[in-house]
């Protein structure tokens, strides 16, 4: 049975960090994109950052550009999310999400919600002002 299972949320205050891990278990995705996505109160779950087969083949939301860093550590079938100059607005629960199909090692990560197929439970973050 395939699991993935977020860690790492919490309370912060405006500008702090927290970091973010997602352990996956059942199968590995070492050569599978996996993302970062968010939902707030009543709104759509979105898009935040995604990594695929190569490390160095990343994507993020413009709103997290320059504050959140994705990574994934093969050996530990675990992706991470830095985030860093946190905001109010970034408060949401946080989902690990994985791409069941390889797209190849050049493949661009996808942003879409439907390109996943396994998801995590979610991990709340509050950002207080």
């Known amino acids: 049975q395939v699991q993935l ?9 405006a500008g702090g960090s927290l970091r973010l ?12 994109a996996m993302g970062w996505f968010r939902q707030a109160p009543g709104k759509e779950r979105e898009f935040v950052a995604a ?3 190569s490390v160095d083949n990343t994507a993020y939301a413009d709103s997290v550009k320059g504050r959140f860093t994705i990574s994934r550590d093969h050996a ?7 985030m860093m100059s946190l905001r109010p607005e970034d408060t949401a629960v ?9 797209r190849g090692w050049y493949s661009r990560p996808s942003v879409a919600v439907s390109a996943y197929d396994y998801w995590g439970q ?3 973050v509050t950002v207080s002002s």
């Open 76 to 82: 530990k079938n675990t992706v991470y999310l830095q």
């Open 122 to 124: 979610g991990t709340q």
């Open 51 to 53: 990594v695929a087969w």
């Open 5 to 13: 299972v977020e860690s790492g949320g919490g309370l912060v205050q």
């Open 21 to 32: 891990s997602c352990a996956a278990s059942g199968r590995t995705f070492s050569s599978n």
């Open 94 to 102: 946080y989902y690990c999400a994985a791409d069941g199909v390889s």
